[in-house]
Each structure stands twice: as C-alpha cells, then as structure tokens.
C-alpha cells in the first residue's frame, strides 16, 4: 500500500503496425550519389561486371575510353544511383553502342545503413517503415537492402564505405 502510487509504467500505443526488422536511429546515414541513366550501362572488364564507359583525355590531348567497374545501390525505371568515388562532376560517359555522351553532374541522397557481413563497410539501402525516437522498423529483404541477420554498425556516422572492421 505504501508504494501503490508510486508505481507507474510507461506504454506506447500504435495506431498501425509494422513488420520488418528494427535497427537503432544511431545506425542510419544520408548518403549521395551519382544519377546515371540505364541505357548507359554496360558489361565489361575481366569479369563481365556492371559499369560504364568513361571518356578520357591522355596527356597528347588524344580522346580515349576506359571502362569503369561501378556497383549500383539503387535503380528507378530512368536512372541508377552510383557510388561518387567513381566518378567525377564533369566526367563524360559513352552510351553503348552510340556516341551520345552524357555529363555526370545529377546527384540525389539515399538513407541507409552500413552493413558488416564481409568484415567491410558496406552501403545498403532502407525503407523506413515507423521510426520513433529509438529506432526504426525497416522493410526487410528488398532488392538493395537489409536481410535478417544481417549484421550493421550501430553508429553509422563513424564509419566510412569499405572501412574494414575488426573484432
């Protein structure tokens, strides 16, 4: 009786629900990225991997082309989001197949959270779902995004892309 009024509980009642898999606020970033349009990707490389055609200028002032090796974080129906550290504002890329060139200068932001899986930093993608104070309920098992069990950096804004982490 004598601690009966001072007991109390703290409940929070949801309007809706959600599922999906919950991570800390503290684990999420903003991050850029280059807007390429899809009909500039192609195959190439040693392995047949993803990327573009960056035109280049050599010292002799000679027009060159490289293939460019660049992993895709995210697409729409028009255009890829690519990492920045590929390429630079003013770059130039080829279309395949065509001389249309295209001037690297569109830029959007993605929210994200650092994965751990492979022992290295790496960039994926989330859709929030309900986000509160804590953290946040985000959609599990998309196409660029998180999986169960995968394992992220609580505190994202300490690490970088492809930071190694060590146990």
């Known amino acids: 009786i004598t601690f009966a009024t001072d007991r109390m509980i703290e ?3 949801l309007a809706n629900s959600e ?6 606020n503290s684990a999420i970033v903003e991050r850029a990225f280059y807007l390429i349009p899809v009909e500039y990707l192609t195959k190439g490389g040693n392995t047949g991997a993803d990327g573009f055609i960056r035109e280049t200028y050599l010292e002799d002032g000679t027009v060159s082309t490289e293939f460019v090796e660049a992993t895709i974080y995210n697409s729409t129906e028009t255009e890829y989001y690519v990492e920045e550290s590929v390429f630079n504002i003013g770059d130039y890329i080829i279309k395949p197949d065509s001389d249309e060139k295209y001037p690297i200068s569109k830029q959007a932001t993605l929210i994200g959270v650092y994965n751990i899986n492979k ?27 998180l999986s169960v069990y995968d394992h992220i950096v609580l505190k994202g804004d300490t690490v970088n892309e492809n930071d190694f982490i060590y146990n």
């Open 119 to 145: 022992g290295y930093a790496d960039f994926k993608q989330i859709t929030i779902l309900y986000q509160n104070e804590e953290y946040a309920i985000v959609k599990s098992n998309t196409e660029y995004g």
């Open 11 to 13: 409940i929070e009642l």
């Open 19 to 24: 599922e999906g898999l919950k991570i800390p």
